[in-house]
C-alpha cells in the first residue's frame, strides 16, 4: 500500500454510500469505492462515470450501463 492507496480517514478498504443525481452524485457515507449493480466490480469514486439515478445503480463502464439498459428495455 502506498500513500495513494488510502486516504486520512482511514477509508481506504470502505465501500461509499452514495447518493446518485442527475449529473451529480453526494456521499452519504465516506468511502473510496462503490460496487458496479452489473459486474459487481469496485468502482474508485474518483473513477465513477455511469450511474442510474432512477434505479440507483453505478455502472463501472458503458457496457455495463448499455447491459442494464437492454434488461430493462427488451427489444421485441
Given at each position: 500500500m502506498n500513500a495513494h492507496d488510502?486516504?486520512?480517514t482511514g477509508k481506504a478498504n470502505e465501500l461509499a454510500t452514495v447518493h446518485y443525481g442527475d449529473g451529480e452524485i453526494a456521499i452519504l457515507r465516506p468511502g473510496r469505492f462503490v460496487l458496479?449493480?452489473?459486474s459487481g466490480?469496485?468502482?474508485p469514486l474518483e473513477a465513477l462515470r455511469y450511474w442510474n439515478p432512477t434505479l440507483?445503480?453505478?455502472y463501472a463502464g458503458p457496457a455495463?450501463?448499455?447491459e442494464r439498459w437492454l434488461e430493462l428495455n427488451p427489444r421485441t
Amino acid at each position: 500500500m502506498n500513500a495513494h492507496d488510502r486516504d486520512l480517514t482511514g477509508k481506504a478498504n470502505e465501500l461509499a454510500t452514495v447518493h446518485y443525481g442527475d449529473g451529480e452524485i453526494a456521499i452519504l457515507r465516506p468511502g473510496r469505492f462503490v460496487l458496479c449493480a452489473v459486474s459487481g466490480k469496485r468502482i474508485p469514486l474518483e473513477a465513477l462515470r455511469y450511474w442510474n439515478p432512477t434505479l440507483q445503480e453505478a455502472y463501472a463502464g458503458p457496457a455495463e450501463a448499455l447491459e442494464r439498459w437492454l434488461e430493462l428495455n427488451p427489444r421485441t
